[in-house]
């Protein structure tokens, strides 16, 4: 494969072939994500950050910080003094300072040194609360900068921060309403998902508590109110898939399926009108099939109800390709048909 054509999202690498056609429909569980030869150029501002963001997941002991915090800090167990505090932040303001240069390895050992603390064994979430705060706080001139490279490299420390704010700063990036650069965006609705699929896992590195959990939600669905962009709509969607797999109270869990669906809805009104957001509604169709899988058997007939009559909608779309529509988008619609019928076999 021609190297041009493969970059990292996030911590997973994806394979983008770009075709005559316009590329396949993005796909969750199946072959290499691929995206239209139109949307590449969305993305060759940030590749090179989504190159090496990868590195952030190295063990923190194979990074050297050049400005280590007091272990006394890190590991503390009563509130910070304000000498503590203004240790963090010169410590802090010394790698987002590595962030501005015009040396890639230096960038690279920025954002590294970045996330390790949180990391650290022994951390408190006294620490890791105020060490995340600074670091919000530093990077939020790059988040509003006109250089995506740069802007990108900010979000990507987001992820590894580790509280429920900085996963909320995310989804505050993937909005319209606060982030005006489309790459951006996606950029920043990815990391939430890939933040989003970590914390379901069996051992999950922090958890967010039910109001959390709840806030991250609206905020997600509220960013895809306003998108128009059918990738950042794809990713916010699976953010959504996956925050349902946490360990939440039912309620809780009710709530986020909720706002899965309004999410949903979205994708399909501007179908209507937009047919390449398809796309986005065959990937968030691969999500909740996922998701209803995974389910315990007793929630799945309520959640089916709630669902109904979203997915009728879908299904009589996906025989409505637009006749001139490329053969990767065709298949969007047929093959979210075909897993609408199989999402309605679970329940």
Known sequence: MNPAAQWVRGPFTVRSAVTG??????????????????????????????????????????????????????TASRALTDA??????????????????????????????????????????????????????????????????????????????LTAESLEELADNASPLNQPR????????RFLAHACRT?????????????????LARKTREA?????SWVALAELASALTFQAGWRLPPQNLETVRGELIRVLQRQIELAKTTPEVMRAVQRTLVGIRRQVIDMPAAARPDYGRQLSPVLR????????????????????????GSIVDQISGLF
């Not at 489309?182 to 609705?189: D, N, Y």
Request: include cysteine; proline fraction near 10%; charge should be neutral.
């Open 84 to 161: 503590e505090r203004s240790a963090i932040d010169r410590c802090v303001e010394a790698q987002v300072a590595l962030l501005k240069s015009s040396n890639p390895a230096d960038v690279s050992r920025g954002r590294q040194d970045l996330v390790q603390p949180p990391r650290t064994p022994g951390v408190t979430d006294i620490f890791r609360r105020a060490y995340a705060d600074a670091v919000r706080a530093k990077l939020r001139d790059f988040f509003k900068s006109d250089d995506e490279f740069r802007a990108v490299n900010a979000l990507s420390v987001l992820p590894f921060l």
């Open 313 to 336: 909608s879908i299904k009589t779309m996906s025989t409505q390709a637009p006749p001139d529509a490329s053969e990767s988008l065709k298949r969007a619609f047929t093959s979210s």
């Open 21 to 74: 056609s316009g590329g396949d429909a993005l796909t969750e569980g199946g072959p290499p994500d691929t995206v239209p030869a139109l949307l590449m150029r969305l993305f060759l501002p940030i590749r090179a950050s989504l190159l090496t963001f990868a590195a952030v997941l190295l063990p923190a002991a194979m990074a050297t910080a050049q400005c280590p915090i007091p272990r006394d800090i890190v």
């Open 224 to 228: 895809a109110d306003r998108e128009t």
């Open 199 to 215: 914390l379901g896992a069996p051992t999950p590195p922090y958890s967010l508590n039910p109001a959390q959990a709840d806030a």
């Open 182 to 189: 489309e790459a951006v965006r996606i950029a920043a609705a």
